[in-house]
């Protein structure tokens, strides 16, 4: 069970949009659609923001948007705003009750 | 609103063991739709899933834990708790622990909803 691979980093300016990937095997992202995202600021817990590859929880903006193709996912914030700044992780099911996160990629809002 | 909270020492020596109790308020942790599970996060580093645990008692573990890693959970008092032996300086961490959602049948979990704040954990002599 290897940690999902993410940018360390992407930054982007107000208003535009961002896309984070998250790429994984086929025993995790590949097999089932079961990838969330997660939001965290600094000092604080992570937010859940989209599961099950593109469902939003009520109450998260949909400026916020999932996808999947193959192995990899995707997280893309438009219209960014300066409180979108904060790391990124995703997270997917790996069979057997298991759960592996990516390692994390930190938005930066220039 | 469902609230977790971590309690336990924040200061656990060398080649002990660390216990934390998470407890759960605003929900009942017997409900059948979702495992509770602990999370933990180095310092300046990624999040690592440790181990998830049903009402039932019915336990998984990360394989890279499993070894050292005991999850309990007490329905009577709403809490599970973690115990990880052995602990070394690469355990020290932010740990969380958080309420996973069951997507089908009784065991495959799909995403945390709710989280507690975290609790830091020291490994020092």
């Known amino acids: 069970q290897s940690a999902l691979t993410q940018p360390a980093s992407v930054s982007g300016s107000p208003g535009q949009a961002i896309t984070i990937s998250c790429t994984g095997t086929?025993?995790?992202?590949?097999?089932?659609?079961?990838v969330s995202w997660y939001q965290q600021h600094p000092g604080k817990a992570p937010k859940l923001m989209i599961y099950e590859v593109s469902e939003r929880p009520s109450g998260v903006s949909n400026r916020f948007s999932g996808s999947k193709s193959g192995n990899t996912a995707s997280l893309t914030i438009s219209g960014l705003q300066a409180e979108d700044e904060a790391d990124y992780y995703c997270?997917?099911?790996?069979?057997?009750?298991?759960?592996?996160f990516g390692g994390g990629t930190k938005l930066t809002v220039l | 609103q469902l609230q977790l909270q971590e309690s336990g020492p924040g200061l656990v020596k060398p080649s002990e063991t660390l216990s934390l109790t998470c407890t759960v308020s605003?929900?009942?942790?017997?409900?059948?739709?979702?495992?509770w599970g602990w999370i933990r996060q180095p310092p300046g580093k990624g999040l690592e899933w440790i181990g998830s645990i049903y009402y039932s008692g019915a336990t998984y573990y990360n394989p890279s834990l499993k070894s050292r890693v005991t999850t309990s959970v007490d329905t009577s008092k709403n809490q599970f708790s973690l115990k990880l032996s052995s602990v070394i300086a690469a355990d020290m961490a932010v740990y969380y622990c958080?309420?996973?959602?069951?997507?089908?049948?009784?065991?495959?979990?799909?995403?945390?909803?709710?989280w507690g704040p975290g609790t830091l954990v020291t490994v020092s002599s």
């Open positions: 997270c997917s099911y790996a069979g057997n009750s298991a759960l592996v």
């Open positions: 086929s025993t995790d992202v590949g097999t089932y659609n079961l």
């Open positions: 958080a309420r996973l959602v069951v997507v089908f049948g009784n065991t495959v979990v799909g995403y945390s909803d709710y």
């Open positions: 605003g929900g009942s942790i017997s409900s059948s739709s979702y495992y």
